[in-house]
Every structure is written in C-alpha cells, then in structure tokens.
C-alpha cells in the first residue's frame, strides 16, 4: 500500500488533482482509499493545509453531493471513518459547507447511528440557516449567478433524496414521499428473509442498531447477530432455475449498483434454498449454477460493508456442510478469500472467516486445501495468519483420515515443524498439539519427525503428547 511508503500528507497532496476526475469510478475508489487511510493512520491522513480549500476533508464532504448515487454513498461511509478520529469536531467541520439539506440529512442520519449529538431535522435546520447566509453573501456579489447555481443543482438533490436509504426524518415536498414509497418498495423485497432480525422494539434502539457498515461491529440486527434464513423448498427445476437466476442476476451486478442490505437478502435467500433440500431434489442444476456464483460470492467476501463479509462467509461454510465433497473444485477459491479476511482488522469478519474456514476443513475433506494450510504455516509473513493456520492444521491431523491427507504428508510433517517452532506462543502450542495429533495417526512417521529436531524441542513435544486431549485446543 502506497501509505506504507509515503507520509499520508503527502500521498493526499499527490491524490488531490483526482478529486474532479470524469470518472465516477476514480473518484468513488478514492472515497475508499480515504477511508482506509483514516481507519489505518488516524489524524495524520486528515492533516490540513495552509489552504482549506484543497483539505482532503473539503473534497469529502462536497463529494456528498455528486451526481453518481454510489460516489456519495462512498463519501458519507467515509465521513463516518473520519467521525471516529475527529468525533464532534466532524459536525463543526461540515456545518462550515453550505450542504443542500437533503445531503445534510444523509450525513447526520448516519453519524446518528454512531452516537453523533445530532438529528437529521436539525442537520435540514443548520443547512438552511448556513444557505441563507451563503445565498445573501453571494446575492450581494450577483444574484443572477446563486439563481443559476439553485436551478442547475436542483435535479440532483432530488436524485439524492431517492439514493440514501438511512433512517432520515421524512423531507418536505413531493421528494419526501417518492424517497418513502421507494424505501417501502425496498423493505418488502427483503422482509421476507431479514425481518426477524430487523424488527426493532422502538426508535431509540433502532437508532443504535448496527448497520454493517464500513470497519464497524458487523451486526445487521441490535444485537449483531446474522439474519436466519428460512427453509425455501422449490417444488421443480424450472421454479428453482427462476429463483436462481433473481440471485445470479442481483449479485452479479455488484456492489457499487446493488445495495448492501439487497445483498445480504440475496445471500440469505440463496442459504434459503441450500437448507431446503435444492441441493439434494435438484443438484445438477443447482451446481451449474454454483458454478456461475462463484465470483459474485468472491466479491462478497471482500465487500467493505462487515455485513455483506459476514454473510458471505456463512454462506461458503453452508455450501461446504451441504455439498462435502462436491465442495471440493470451489473450495481452494474460497479458502483464498478467507485467509485474505483473517488477518483485516474487523473483529467480526475475521471471527466469521474463522469460523467458515473451519467449517470448509470439517465438511470437505478435499487433499488440495492442504497444501493451501500447509503453504502459508511455512512461508507466510504474517503471524496473525500464520496462527490460524496453526488451528486449521491441528483440525486436519485430528479430523481427517490419513489416507485423506497423505499424498501431501511431507508438507504436513514440514507445517508441523514450523508450527512448533513458530515465533508466536499461540502457534506453538497448536503446533506441539499437532504433532500429538500426529503421534496418534502416523506414530511411525511421527518418531521419525521427532529425531530431526533437537533435545530441547523433543522433551517439549513428548510433554504435549503426554497432554494431549483430541478436540481441546480446537474448543479454546
């Protein structure tokens, strides 16, 4: 990452003459790298220049306004990134701008949800007291020009109106009850799936619900938890063909034109049909269409929203425990992915990733996802993942038969080896649990490991022997 090399400061200064690019796209990835920067490095991202003009802050918070529905959700997600570091000084900040109101509201109903001393009425109050100012300072320099201004920005306020979706108080006019019925529209579609966990018992608490968003607690529901699916039975391949393509189709088009709320329901849904019994009454047609998933899941996993993460995950270790071996040509793609998503900084998505990779070793015994655990236990740079591997190695030794693993039995041996001298204590000690594992599967090949490490490192693996409980080190 460029941060890595340069001072953020100076990677924003080198950034800025991207702000007004023709592209939604570069502007819309540079929101997310903002964010990242904020989330990554703090204030030292965010440090103003003589000018305030060309404030990285500045580009942020008229970026609210842009003309592209998914560069503003871009810019409040990361104005959400910038309130954890600044806190209330943000409000201060963005009071300063002369907002439209309804771009006002978007940002404040957001900030809310993070416990901002603010409500979207009062954000619409502060805008229309701070346009009054600017729209007599500048009818004073030339009031045909602030006319123009209002009547060229007018169509996109009401486009913006449409495209937030957040817990906003309803706006004036005609544009409030077009942003209602499409806000309806879009709670029947995903009612059917999400309702037991978005059904909140009051205002109050709906307002401290957990949205899933960008590097927060991953909930979509108050308490965090993940939206149950529902058993969906299809009754033919044709009904489960048409359902198929709804998700194919929904999830394909991405992430920056479907909402993230959308996709968690599509995932869930597709869950739906996996417990159903899809897979059993229909699975030749169910894995043609896996195989067309594959890829739209992927992007799932490395969505920024920890909700749509989360889900993901889930999902790939409901695949696993359907299909078990049948898993087998997705399941090195996917453990890629959640290896990739261990070692972010999210806490929920790196316990799901957890949980789903270990779900993945435990339902589908396939030998090429060794090497897969064996490869980074070796070689890897990273300790955090390198430890959870470790587990994931202990889990194969335990679980598996070794006729399972034993074409790749030398990078096992190697793994262990490595997982038992690991720098990290944690790795250690799955490691030396590992070898014990081992003793039990292969004591033959297990002595002969034994006599190529030195005395030290010997007693210390005979004592883990001695300890060993098959499955403890896994429940810890």
Known sequence: MALQVLRPD?????????????????RHGLLQFVAEAVSTTGEAALVPPRDEDNWVLTYVIKLVGDPESAVRDAAVECLEEVYRVYGEQLIDIINRHSLRPAHMNAIYARLQQLGADVTPTAAASTANEQSAVVSQQSRGRGGAAADDYDTATSAIEEASELSYSGPAAALAGHGARRQSQQQVAAEESVSSVLEPSRTLTSAGVAAKAKRGGYKDGGGVGSDGAL?????LVVSSERELRAEMDKILGLLSKGAAVVDWEKRVATMVRLEGLVIGGAVGSHEACFLDYLRQLKDPILEQIYDRRSAVARQAAHLMEVLAAALGVRFEPYAVTFMGALFKALVITVQVVSEAADSAAKGILHHCHAPKLVPCVCDIMTADKSAKLRKHCSVLLLQIVEEWEPQEYY?????IEAAISAAAQDALGETRMAGRQSFAAYVNQMPERATALL???DSGLQQKLHEAAGQYSKGAHLKA
Not at 227 to 231: E, N, R, S
Not at 407 to 411: K, T
């Open 227 to 231: 939206p149950p699916a529902q058993p």
């Open 10 to 26: 100076v990677m924003m200064e080198k950034l800025s003459k991207l702000w007004s690019h023709k592209s939604w796209k570069v």
């Open 451 to 453: 006599r190529r490490f």
């Open 407 to 411: 074409h790749y039995i030398d990078a």
